[in-house]
C-alpha cells in the first residue's frame, strides 16, 4: 500500500519530494498537519492519550482499592456509590477497569517491544542479504509460524512457558513476529538495489551501517503504522489469553481476567461483562484510529 | 504449470518445519508425560518404565523420527487422560468447528462485500462513513466478547436463543442451527471487519485508475463500471486476503467455542492444555496447522487462476 519512500540520504528538491519521511523535523510539521486535519485520528490520539493518563494516574482515579473485595456489596448493579457496580466479590468494576488500563498498556507494550525486537532484525538481515538465509531459513520459519492460528500459537507457547501474565506477554510478542519480519523485509526488497544504497556499497560502506543507516530508516513509516495497529490488538490478544485462563491470573484488575470472571455472571450481572469489554473496545479502536491517521499522514495518496 | 510445481514444492520444507515445531513445543512444556498418566503417587520406578515404553528415554532425534512415521500413519498417540485414540478425539471435534468456522466465513463475506462496495462506490458520503465506522468497530472488538454480549441481549434478555451448548446437526437439524447463530454471527461480524476494510481500499485503488476513468469516459454507466470493471479487479487481493483469514478464523474460534460452551477442536486445544493432555494438544494444533497451510495453498492456486500475472512473473 505505501510506496518507497526516498531515502534519508539524497537531497532532493522541496517540490520532488512529495512523501513525507520520519525522523527530519520541517517533515514532522508537515505529517503533523496532515495527520491533524483527520478529524478520526485526532479521536485515536485522544482515546490513546486518554488511556495513558488513567494508566499513570490510576491511583488517583480510581475511587476504591481495585483489590479490594467488600462481601457486603456483591454483584450490585452500577449505582451512586459504585458507578460501574461490583464484582461477585464485592470489588468495584470501575476501580478495576481504571486498573486494568495499566496491565493491557503494559502487556501491549511489552509484547509488541518483542516482536519488534525480534521481528525488525530478521527482516532486515533477511531482505538485505537474500539468498538461502533468506529463501530458505528465515522466510520458511516464518511462514511455518504462521501456519499456527496467532491466538493457538500464543496459547501453546504460554502454556509451555508456565502461563501467567508475563509469559503471555512474551507469547503474543513471539506470535507478532513474522508481521513485523514480512514488513521490514518488504521495504529492505524495494530498496536494496536503488543506486544510493548500491553507491553507499561500492565505496566500500560496511554491510551494518548501510542496513541501520540506509535501508532501516526506509522501513520506518511502515513500521511505526504496524506497530500503532500492533499495540491495539495486543490489547485483545492479552485479554483473550486471560480471558481462557493462561494470562494475568483471575484476582488481578486487567480487563481480560475480568471477562474470565464475569462468564459465570452473564445471566445475573451483565455489568462486570459489560465494562471491562467496552475499555477493550475503546482502547483498540483508539490504536486502530491513529493507526490509519498516521498511515494517511505518511501516503498522502490514501487520503480522502 | 511451473508456477503451481514451485508453490507446491515450496510447501514441503514448511510441512517439515511445521512437524518439527509442534513436536519439539511439545516436549517443552514442563511436566512429566508419565506422571500425568500416572498421577503423582505412583511410585518412581511405574513412572520411570512407563517414560520408556513412551520412548521418552530415547535420543530426541529417534522420537521425533517415530512420532513423525506414526502422524504420516494417521496415528496420532492416545490421549494422556482418558487414553483414547487422538485422532478420533479430534475428528468428534471437526463438525462443530467446521460448521462455525464455515457460517462465520460465510457471514463475514456477505458482509464486507455489500459494505466494501458501498463504501468505496460512494465515497465520502454518509454510507462510507457508516460504512467506515462499522469495519473500524468490527476490528476493534473483542469477538468472545460480542459473543458474550450477545448472550446478555438475545439469551437471557429476549430469550430468542440458547446461551450455550451444541446439539448435533444430523440429531436435531433445528435446535443445531438455533444454537449456532449467536457464535456464528460474533465470529462472522468481526472477521467482517477487516475484510470489509481491505475490499473498500483495493476498490478505490481501481476506481481511481486510468480504465475506470476510461470505461466512465465512454458513457458506460456507474453501476456498470463499479460491478463489471472495478469489483472484480478488486476481488483478486480481496480472495487472498479473505483466505488468509481463514489462520485467524480458526484461532478465533478457541474463544467463541469457550464462550458458547461448544466442543469444537478449538475447545479441545485449550482443555487439553489446561488437563496438561500433551498428545491430544499435538495433535490437534497439527491438524489445525494443516488445514491453514492446505488453505493457503488453495488460494494461492486460485490466485494464479485467476491473476494470470502471477503465473508469469513467477
Known amino acids: 500500500m505505501s510506496k518507497p519512500q526516498s531515502s534519508g540520504t539524497v537531497k532532493r528538491a522541496p517540490e520532488e519530494a512529495p512523501e513525507a519521511r520520519v525522523g527530519s523535523p520541517g517533515r514532522f510539521a508537515t505529517l503533523w498537519r496532515r495527520f491533524s486535519r483527520n478529524r478520526l485520528a485526532v479521536i485515536g490520539l485522544g482515546i490513546v492519550t486518554t488511556m495513558i493518563l488513567t494508566a499513570i494516574f490510576a491511583p488517583l482515579l480510581a475511587p476504591y482499592d481495585p483489590y479490594g473485595q467488600n462481601y457486603a456489596v456483591t454483584l450490585q448493579s452500577p449505582n451512586g456509590t459504585y458507578l460501574l457496580g461490583t464484582d461477585s466479590l464485592g470489588g468495584d468494576i470501575l476501580s478495576r477497569v481504571i486498573h486494568g488500563s495499566r496491565i493491557s498498556l503494559q502487556a501491549s507494550l511489552t509484547s509488541v517491544g518483542i516482536a519488534i525486537g525480534l521481528g525488525v532484525p530478521l527482516g532486515l538481515i533477511s531482505g538485505y542479504f537474500r539468498g538461502f538465509l533468506d529463501e530458505v531459513l528465515i522466510m520458511r520459519l516464518i511462514d511455518s509460524i504462521q501456519a499456527f492460528p496467532f491466538l493457538i500459537l500464543a496459547l501453546v507457547i504460554a502454556a509451555i512457558l508456565g502461563g501467567g501474565l508475563t509469559f503471555a506477554m512474551i507469547a503474543i510478542g513471539i506470535g507478532f513476529t513474522p508481521a513485523f519480519v514480512r514488513i521490514t523485509r518488504g521495504q529492505v526488497l524495494t530498496v536494496r538495489n536503488l543506486e544510493y544504497v548500491q553507491a553507499a556499497r561500492s565505496v566500500g560502506v560496511g554491510h551494518l551501517p548501510i542496513m541501520l543507516r540506509h535501508v532501516l530508516p526506509n522501513s520506518l513509516p511502515p513500521l511505526l503504522v504496524q506497530t500503532t495497529l500492533a499495540l491495539g490488538y495486543a490489547i485483545i490478544a492479552e485479554a483473550t489469553l486471560s480471558f481462557l485462563g493462561l494470562g494475568a491470573s483471575p484476582g488481578v484488575p486487567s480487563w481480560g481476567s475480568m471477562l474470565y470472571q464475569a462468564q459465570s455472571y452473564l445471566t445475573s450481572a451483565w455489568w462486570m461483562a459489560f465494562f471491562p469489554g467496552m475499555a477493550i473496545f475503546f482502547a483498540v479502536l483508539g490504536f486502530n484510529l491513529l493507526g490509519d491517521g498516521i498511515r494517511e499522514a505518511l501516503d498522502p495518496k490514501m487520503q480522502s | ?314
Open chain 2, 1 to 314: 504449470m511451473a508456477y503451481l510445481v514451485r508453490r507446491l514444492l515450496l510447501t514441503i520444507p514448511i510441512l517439515l518445519i511445521v512437524s518439527v515445531m509442534v513436536f519439539s513445543m511439545i516436549n517443552m512444556i514442563p511436566g512429566d508425560p508419565a506422571t500425568v498418566i500416572l498421577g503423582q503417587e505412583a511410585p518412581e520406578e511405574a513412572r520411570e518404565a512407563m517414560r520408556e515404553e513412551l520412548g521418552l528415554n530415547d535420543p530426541i532425534v529417534v522420537q521425533y523420527a517415530s512420532w513423525l512415521g506414526d502422524t504420516v500413519r494417521g496415528d496420532l498417540g492416545d490421549s494422556l487422560v482418558d487414553g483414547a485414540p487422538v485422532l478420533s478425539l479430534i475428528l468428534q471435534r471437526i463438525p462443530p468447528t467446521f460448521q462455525l468456522a464455515l457460517g462465520a466465513f460465510m457471514i463475514s463475506l456477505l458482509i464486507s462485500v455489500t459494505v466494501g462496495i458501498l463504501s468505496a462506490s460512494r465515497r465520502g458520503t454518509w454510507v462510507d462513513y457508516l460504512g467506515t465506522v462499522f469495519a473500524l468497530g468490527g476490528v476493534s472488538i473483542p469477538h468472545f466478547w460480542l459473543g458474550m454480549m450477545f448472550i446478555v441481549v438475545f439469551a437471557v434478555g429476549l430469550g430468542w436463543f440458547p446461551a450455550s451448548g451444541y446439539v448435533p446437526f444430523f440429531q436435531d437439524p433445528v435446535a443445531n442451527l438455533y444454537a449456532m447463530v449467536l457464535p456464528v454471527i460474533a465470529t462472522g461480524l468481526r472477521q467482517s471487519g477487516e475484510l470489509t476494510r481491505m475490499l473498500r481500499s483495493s476498490l478505490l485503488e481501481e476506481l481511481g485508475s486510468d480504465y475506470v476513468r476510461t470505461a466512465f469516459s465512454k458513457g458506460l454507466s456507474r453501476r456498470f463500471v463499479v460491478i463489471r470493471h472495478a469489483v472484480r479487479n478488486a476481488l483478486i487481493p480481496f480472495v487472498t486476503a479473505s483466505g488468509l483469514q481463514v489462520a485467524g478464523l480458526l484461532g478465533g474460534l478457541v474463544v467463541t467455542e469457550t464462550v458458547f460452551q461448544i466442543p469444537g477442536l478449538g475447545r479441545l486445544v485449550v482443555e487439553s492444555i489446561l488437563s496438561r493432555d500433551y498428545t491430544t494438544v499435538q495433535g490437534s494444533i497439527l491438524v489445525i496447522a494443516l488445514t491453514v497451510i492446505l488453505v493457503n495453498l488453495l488460494v494461492d492456486i486460485l490466485y494464479a487462476l485467476v491473476d494470470p500475472r502471477t503465473r508469469v512473473q513467477q
